[in-house]
């Protein structure tokens, strides 16, 4: 009985040193600790991400035809084209991978100047909290500059002549039309969501198991959370 009083006892202590220990973060801690995921996150997103088929073998980031076209496509193979749709989103998620590597210094000065409002609702809620707050907080800083990136990319490959050639074709049969989508903008917002995608993935990683923290911070921050 002895025993089990005790073990209660040490329990309960624990718990309220546990709470004790999580409240009584400063700011500066816990922003510490946000930034040091995020930046390892986005470092390992984008790594993963620059490699070939980061994207077009990847389910979860894939970058298919957009909206219409998207339907118009499975009608285009059906008329025997189904090679001209595959080369169009193999451009597309080539495109995407291709850009990535310069976004790096890009997330991470987003990373660096985030104003974080409510870093204790960050770390204790979802598992994808940090990254979700990332996107809302950044998103458009990061579009207006990694959309010349995804330009770039798309006219060097001759993704957008490619583009062009089939939606005239998908409007010739009169599936959509040939105005469906902006090109560059619809595939910088499926990289940027891809991108996202992973550095969440990588964050609930690190959160399920802070050894794998990169830094001291963020190790110490989701100890205590467990």
Do not use: C, W
């Not at 089990?4 to 400063?26: P, T, V």
């Not at 997103?45 to 298919?64: M, R, T, Y």
């Not at 891809?194 to 399920?208: K, P, S, V, W, Y």
């Amino acid at each position: 009985m002895r025993a089990y009083l005790a073990g209660f006892i040490g329990l309960l202590f624990a718990a309220q040193s546990y709470a004790f220990s999580l409240n009584d973060l400063s700011q500066g801690q816990a922003n510490a600790g946000i930034t040091s995921v995020l930046e390892q996150s986005a470092r390992l997103a984008v790594k993963q991400l620059s490699q070939p088929g980061g994207f077009n073998n990847n389910p979860d980031v894939h970058i298919g035809l957009p909206g219409n076209l998207g339907k118009a496509a499975k009608t285009m193979k059906m008329l025997g084209q189904g090679k001209q749709v595959t080369a169009l989103e193999d451009s597309m998620n080539r495109a995407a991978e291709e850009a990535m590597p310069h976004v790096q210094e890009l997330l991470l000065d987003a990373i660096q100047n985030m104003s974080i409002s409510d870093a204790s609702a960050i770390l204790s809620g979802p598992n994808d909290s940090a990254t979700a707050y990332l996107d809302r907080s950044s998103r458009e800083q990061l579009r207006s500059r990694f959309l010349p990136l995804i330009t770039e990319a798309t006219q060097s490959s001759g993704l957008a002549q490619k583009y062009n050639g089939f939606a005239a074709q998908a409007a010739g049969i009169g599936v959509i039309d040939a105005k469906d989508a902006s090109l560059e903008s619809y595939v910088t917002e499926q990289a940027l969501d891809g991108l996202f995608t992973i550095m969440a993935q990588q964050e609930g990683a690190i959160r399920n198991n802070p050894a794998q923290a990169a830094g001291d911070a963020a190790k110490k921050i989701f100890n205590l959370l467990r």
